[in-house]
């Protein structure tokens, strides 16, 4: 029988977790962590797969049923693969999803699609190699190409994500956009976020939903507005004739707040009922105390109880924690 809804204390069903399996990355992109110097966390402090399986079955007994793996890069956590399917195994887990960078997939996606993986996010942020390597500060482009290959080769349904940033990929909008011409696939231009390990790039972000809206019109002036699926974050679009679809994230603006169905675990076992908060509960201490399923369970429903309403009001009660973090952590 299924678990019973869980709700917030605004009412908001929760019904989706995000998990960050690590803090590593073959990656080094610009709008999440410096080029340099980035501080890993010590091994002990991730959550080993058994915890990671514990929290989940724990979530979903609570009325969780779609789990995403994230990180860092999720693939190069050792032994992922087999914990995928642990996962897939847990009772009440209906949906599994994957975001990744794709340098390491393609290979991977035979058994991901044996897993019943339901879709899997993969970073995009520009077709021109010079530009990969600039922001990404690595000479990848064709892995990720690649993974994009499989995907489409074995019918994985693939969401593009794409973080527009001043001065580094506006002119890819178009080239981007494109890919949804002939391919079922979901082009999403997403707000850049200061969670980049150093703080707010910029004064005032000038890429902003509305901007990014108006160039894409520009380009596309038959764009029109398609019904957005229940619990997305991204404004979706059409454009007559293409195969796939554009959409928008306002991760900056916070626009989609009222509608948020989703909690995150950090790579160190934080639970964070917002992307903006500072992390409102340490499972991994709870988990490593010995904490009984009941104590567990216990805490996470204070944490639901207590939401804030919205990102802003996340942002407001950090205090001294100004968001800096890197995203790497947190899982996107
Ligand atoms: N490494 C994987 C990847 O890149 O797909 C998964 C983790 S990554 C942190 C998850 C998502 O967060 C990526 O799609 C990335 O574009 C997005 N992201 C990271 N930093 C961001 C930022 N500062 N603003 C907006 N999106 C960001
Ligand atoms: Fe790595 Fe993903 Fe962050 Fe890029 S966005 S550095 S791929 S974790």
Redesign the pocket.
């Known amino acids: 029988m299924p678990a019973a809804q869980l709700y917030d204390n605004h009412g908001r069903p929760l019904s989706y977790v995000r998990l960050a399996v690590t803090d590593r ?1 073959n ?1 080094r ?1 610009f ?2 962590m410096p080029e340099e110097g980035i501080k890993y966390l010590p091994k002990n402090q991730l959550l080993t797969y058994e915890e990671m399986e514990r929290l989940v079955g724990l979530l979903a007994r609570l009325g969780i049923s779609k789990v995403r793996i ?5 693939f190069v956590r050792r032994d992922l693969v087999p914990f995928l399917w642990r996962l897939r195994a847990l009772p009440g887990i209906e949906q599994l999803h994957l ?3 794709g340098l390491l997939t393609a290979p991977l996606v035979p058994e991901l699609k044996q897993l019943g993986v339901g879709a899997v ?3 995009l942020d520009t077709l021109d190699r010079e530009r990969f390597h600039r922001i990404t500060r690595r000479d990848d482009l064709p892995k990720v190409m690649a993974t994009l290959d499989a995907l489409l080769a074995h019918d994985i349904p693939v969401k593009l ?1 794409a ?1 527009v940033m001043e001065g580094q990929n506006t002119e890819d909008l178009g080239p981007l956009a494109e890919l949804a011409r002939h391919q079922p696939v979901e082009v999403r231009f ?7 390990g150093e703080g707010s790039h910029y004064p005032v972000l000038t890429w902003t939903h509305r901007a990014i809206l108006a160039r894409l019109t520009e380009l596309y002036p038959g764009l029109h507005k398609v019904p957005d699926p229940a619990f997305s974050t991204a404004y979706h679009y059409q454009v007559p004739g293409f195969k796939g679809k554009l959409g928008i994230i306002a ?1 900056y603006s916070r626009t989609f707040c009222g509608t948020c169905n989703r909690i995150r675990i950090t790579a160190q076992g934080t639970l964070k009922t917002c992307l903006y908060d500072h992390g409102v509960l340490d499972l991994r201490a709870l988990l490593r105390a010995n904490a009984s399923d009941e104590t567990l369970t216990a805490a996470l429903l204070r944490a639901f109880g207590s939401r804030p309403k919205d990102g802003h009001e996340a942002e407001r009660g950090r205090l001294a924690h100004p968001v800096q973090e890197s ?2 952590t ?3």
């Open positions: 990355c990656l992109c709008y999440c994230t990180g860092g890069e999720p975001t990744t960078n996010n993969l970073s994500n973080v997403i707000e850049e976020m200061p969670f980049n991760a995203m790497s947190i899982g996107g």
